[in-house]
C-alpha cells in the first residue's frame, strides 16, 4: 500500500513523501550472524593464483606468499569465514596433493575452470594461514563427488585431531604442531549438478556417510553443512529434509546446516549481459531478479520448518551474487567480470534481506573474493582495485553480530516498461553498545528518493551517515585511474522526534549510524 502524505524538512521546505520506514526496536531479538558476511574462495582463475598467492619471492609484499595489500583490505571489512577450495572444483580435489614440500606436490587439470593445470602450490597449510592472517573461520567443502569417505575423514582428521595418528604425524611433519579447529564443514558442493550428479535421494545417503566419518575431535564440533538446493528445487529441500527428518537424534546431528545456491543472472545463462555495458532495462531486470532471492529463502525455510520446527539446521547461502559475461578478451574459464554501481546494489540488496532472515540464516558467501564473478578485489600484477561491492561491505559490517531491528517498509515502486519493483530495500540492527545501524538502497535510477523513518525511539542522538552512488549506473573502479564509486560522508537527513527524514540520491546505497549521546 503506498502512503502519501506531507512532512516538513530541513529548511521547511514542504515535499509529498510517500516512503515510509517503520523501526520495531521493541521486537529485536535475533542476532545478525557475522557469517553472513562471509566469502568464498575458489581454485578458479585468479582468484588463488596472482589473487591471493603470488609466492614468497614476488616484488608484491607478501607474507609466506599471500599479498599483504588483500589481506589488509580484507581485514578492513571484518571478513567473518572464508569457503575454500570450491565450488565446483572441491569435488575433484584429493586435500593430500596440496601438502608437503611445494615443489613436489603433483599436479592436477582444472577440468571445470579453463582447463589449467593446478600446481597445487596452494593447500591446507597455506590456506589455514591465509584464514589466520585474515583473522576469519575457514569453511571448508569436502570431496563428496570424486573423493573417498576415507580421504575426507583423514583430512578433518589431519587439520583438527591433536592426537598421535599417521596423520597427525603427517601434519607435524608438514610444521603444523598444534591441530587447527576447522569448525565449518561443506559435505560436498552442487551434488545435484558438477558435484556428481546425484538425486536428493542418493546424495541424502552420501552424506550420512561422510559425515559419519567426520569426527569431532578436541571438543570441536563440526558443523556439517549439506548440498541444498539450486535456486527453485525444491524437491532437493523437501527431501532432504523429510530423510533428515526421519532419522534418530544421533543421526541427526550429521547435519547442521543446508545450503542454497541463487546467482542473480540479468539475462539467462546462454547470455548473461555485460558487467559494464547495459542499459536501464538490463539495470532493472537484474535488481529484480536479485529481488527474487527473498522468495526463493522464504519457501526454502517454510520446507525446512516443517520438517524442523524447531530450527536444529541453518540455512547457508554459500554462493550467491552476480554472473555476467566474462569481460572481453579474458579466457572463458576463469569468470573474470568487471564491477560497478549496479553490483554495489546487487550486494546491498541481498545483505538487507539475508538480515531480515536472521532468524533463520546461518551463513552466506558472496561469490568469489578476487577476481571471479562479483569481487571484492581486482588485482592487476602488483596493483589492486576495491570494487563498489567491497565498499557495500565495509558499509554493512557494522551489523555483523549486531541484533536485527525489524522493520516495515512502505515505499513507492520503481517502475521500468510493464514492470514494477520496491524502490526501497533496508535493513536495521542495534550493535552491543547500543548504537542503531540503517542500511538503505534507493534501488531507482533516476530519482532521488525521500523516506522517513520512524526510530520508534525519542532521545538526544548523534547521527553519521554514509553514501555509495556516482554519476552513472555502470560506472566502476579501474586500474590506473582514480574511483569512481567510492563512499562518502552524508548528510542529508534531518531527525524530528523519532522521525529521521532522509533524502537518498538516485541509485544509491545509505548507511545512518545513530548513536545515543
Ligand atoms: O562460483 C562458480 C561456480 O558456480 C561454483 O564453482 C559452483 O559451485 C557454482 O555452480
Request: aromatic share 10%; net charge negative.
Amino acid at each position: 500500500m503506498l502512503l502519501t502524505f506531507l512532512a516538513l524538512v530541513g529548511t521547511g521546505r514542504l515535499f509529498a513523501q510517500e516512503n515510509t520506514i517503520v523501526l520495531h526496536p521493541d521486537k529485536a531479538n535475533a542476532v545478525i550472524s557475522k557469517n553472513i558476511y562471509g566469502h568464498f574462495s575458489e581454485h578458479l582463475g585468479h582468484c588463488i593464483y596472482e589473487g591471493i598467492l603470488v609466492g614468497e619471492n614476488s616484488a608484491i609484499p607478501n607474507t609466506r606468499g599471500i599479498r599483504n595489500d588483500v589481506v589488509k583490505a580484507l581485514r578492513d571489512i571484518s571478513i567473518p569465514n572464508l569457503r575454500w577450495p570450491g565450488g565446483c572444483f572441491a569435488d575433484e580435489y584429493h586435500w593430500h596433493n596440496g601438502i608437503g614440500p611445494r615443489n613436489e606436490r603433483p599436479t592436477m587439470i582444472n577440468t571445470n575452470w579453463g582447463g589449467v593445470t593446478e600446481d597445487n602450490s596452494f593447500g591446507t597449510h597455506e590456506f589455514m594461514d591465509l584464514c589466520e592472517q585474515l583473522g576469519c573461520e575457514p569453511v571448508i567443502t569436502g570431496n563428496v563427488g570424486s573423493g573417498t569417505v576415507e580421504e575426507m575423514s583423514q583430512w578433518v582428521e589431519y587439520l583438527n585431531s591433536d592426537n598421535i595418528s599417521p596423520m597427525t604425524d603427517l601434519r607435524k611433519k608438514n610444521g603444523h604442531e598444534k591441530a587447527w579447529k576447522v569448525h565449518y564443514w561443506g559435505v560436498g558442493n552442487e551434488s545435484w549438478g558438477c558435484g556428481g550428479g546425484m538425486s536428493p535421494e542418493f546424495y541424502f545417503d552420501q552424506l550420512m556417510r561422510y559425515s559419519n566419518f567426520c569426527r569431532n575431535y578436541n571438543g570441536n564440533d563440526l558443523y556439517r553443512v549439506a548440498v541444498g538446493a539450486n535456486v527453485d528445487d525444491y524437491n532437493w529441500t523437501e527431501t532432504i529434509m523429510r530423510l533428515w527428518s526421519k532419522k534418530s537424534p544421533w543421526e541427526q546431528r550429521l547435519m547442521n546446516g543446508l545450503s542454497l545456491h541463487y546467482y542473480t543472472l540479468c539475462h539467462g545463462w546462454d547470455q548473461k549481459g555485460s558487467a559494464t555495458v547495459f542499459n536501464e532495462e538490463e539495470w532493472y531486470s537484474t535488481l529484480s531478479k536479485t529481488l527474487q532471492i527473498d522468495d526463493l529463502i522464504n519457501k526454502h525455510l517454510a520446507i525446512m520448518d516443517k520438517y524442523d520446527p524447531s530450527h536444529k539446521i541453518g540455512l547457508v547461502v554459500d554462493e550467491w551474487g552476480d554472473w555476467f559475461n566474462v569481460e572481453p578478451g579474458t579466457n572463458p574459464g576463469f569468470l573474470y567480470q568487471q564491477n560497478t554501481l549496479r553490483d554495489a546494489l546487487v550486494a546491498g540488496i541481498n545483505l538487507n534481506i539475508f538480515n531480515s532472515h536472521a532468524d533463520r540464516i546461518a551463513m552466506a558467501n558472496i561469490a568469489q573474493m578476487i577476481n571471479v564473478l562479483q569481487s571484492m578485489i581486482l588485482t592487476n600484477k602488483e596493483q589492486i582495485v576495491l570494487t563498489p561491492t567491497y565498499y557495500v561491505f565495509r558499509m554493512y559490517k557494522v551489523h555483523q553480530g549486531a541484533t536485527l531491528i525489524p522493520i516495515t517498509v512502505q515505499c513507492k515502486d520503481y517502475k521500468y516498461g510493464n514492470g514494477s519493483i520496491p524502490s526501497i530495500s533496508a535493513s536495521a540492527s542495534k550493535d552491543a553498545t547500543g548504537k542503531i545501524h540503517i542500511s538503505l538502497v534507493n534501488l531507482d535510477p533516476n530519482g532521488v528518493n525521500e523516506v522517513s523513518v520512524d526510530l520508534g525511539i525519542t532521545g538526544k542522538f548523534n547521527i553519521a551517515g554514509e553514501v555509495l552512488s556516482s554519476k552513472a549506473m555502470n560506472d566502476y573502479n579501474d586500474f590506473n585511474k582514480l574511483p569512481l564509486v567510492v563512499p562518502v560522508m552524508f548528510d542529508k537527513f534531518k531527525l524530528n522526534g523519532s522521525k529521521l527524514a532522509i533524502t537518498m540520491p538516485s541509485k544509491s546505497v545509505v548507511s545512518i549510524e545513530i548513536a545515543p549521546r
